[in-house]
């Protein structure tokens, strides 16, 4: 049986809104259903520019008084910056917690609910559900502490391999706004509701789709432990440019790439060069 461990998520971020329409202001901003958060917690969703492209990337729970958002802290004030404007006379307030709220990755945790009982709301704490193998747990770091006091360490490199392996997208400050939500596969992770109604975006969004243009995706991808690639660079397919890099990390089994790339070019191999071979296709969940 594969042991838990737990990684110090220190960059990444939590905001919360708050207020008696926090949850549907939030409904149309987002591109996941926000309405199924008590069945999902930790829902995967997109804030969209209006032309479509995705500018942060959040995982979202109930709480009792409105909505937790889980995000990088890079990507938390243009956040912050942009959505006060669309809030007119909602009832809702946006504050960043992330110096009073720490985050937690569990590793091969088992079945969120063996944690939950351990994860008091009473106590701060707010577990959410990445995929089957990764859970995150949000709160005060005395309550986290308390929590985890029995649970190995692993490094940010694990949680980093163990996402790219779920095909989970990641944004920096630098890729945000290049990628439509079905290039990262939100449509195929439950992040994206066709039936949820309007957001910001959300008509080009629905477009695309309707017009089946989606032509290209994020692809999984491994290469030799040296291969390093940063998010955004351009990747090759022979001499002819065929994507750009979402993600990577490394681990003892090499390095871990996630990237959008044209299907066409889905058995093909990558390289960080013209006619570099160096990163071949790997399995990819619900691809």
């Not at 995000?71 to 307030?93: C, H, M, Q, T």
């Not at 502490?145 to 190995?152: C, K, N, Q, Y």
Request: glycine letters at 12%; one cysteine or more.
């Amino acid at each position: 049986m594969p042991t838990t461990r737990y990684c110090d998520l220190a960059e990444f971020g939590a905001v919360a809104a708050t207020g008696p329409d926090a949850r549907s202001f939030l409904q149309g901003q987002f591109t996941c259903d926000l309405t199924q958060l008590e069945r999902h917690p930790g829902q995967l969703g997109a804030a969209c520019s209006p032309q479509g492209r995705v500018l942060e990337l959040v995982r979202c729970a109930a709480t009792a008084d409105g909505v937790l958002l889980v995000l990088r802290r890079a990507l938390i004030p243009a956040l912050l910056a942009r959505l006060p404007k669309y809030i007119l006379r909602a009832r809702v307030k946006l504050a960043d917690r992330s110096d009073e709220l720490a985050i937690a990755g569990l590793i091969d945790g088992g079945p969120p609910t063996a944690w939950s009982a351990a994860t008091p709301a009473a106590a701060g704490l707010t577990l959410l559900v990445a995929s089957p193998q990764r859970l995150l747990l949000v709160g005060p770091a005395a309550a986290i502490g308390s929590v985890l006091a029995a649970v190995p360490p692993a490094t940010a490199g694990e949680w980093e391999c163990a996402s790219i392996r779920d095909g989970e997208p990641d944004l920096e400050p630098r890729t945000a706004g290049i990628w439509i939500p079905q290039m990262l596969n939100l449509d195929l992770l439950a992040g994206l509701s066709f039936t949820k109604g309007c957001y910001t975006g959300q008509e080009i969004v629905a477009r695309t789709q309707h017009l089946g243009r989606i032509k290209r995706r994020m692809l999984r991808y491994t290469g030799p432990a040296g291969a390093a690639v940063t998010a955004g660079q351009m990747l090759y397919s022979g001499a002819a440019h065929a994507g750009q890099a979402v993600r990577s990390a490394a681990d003892g089994d090499g390095t871990h790439l996630l990237a959008v790339t044209g299907l066409e070019l889905r058995s093909e191999p990558l390289g960080r060069e013209p006619g570099g071979t160096e990163f071949v296709p790997a399995a990819l969940p619900g691809l």
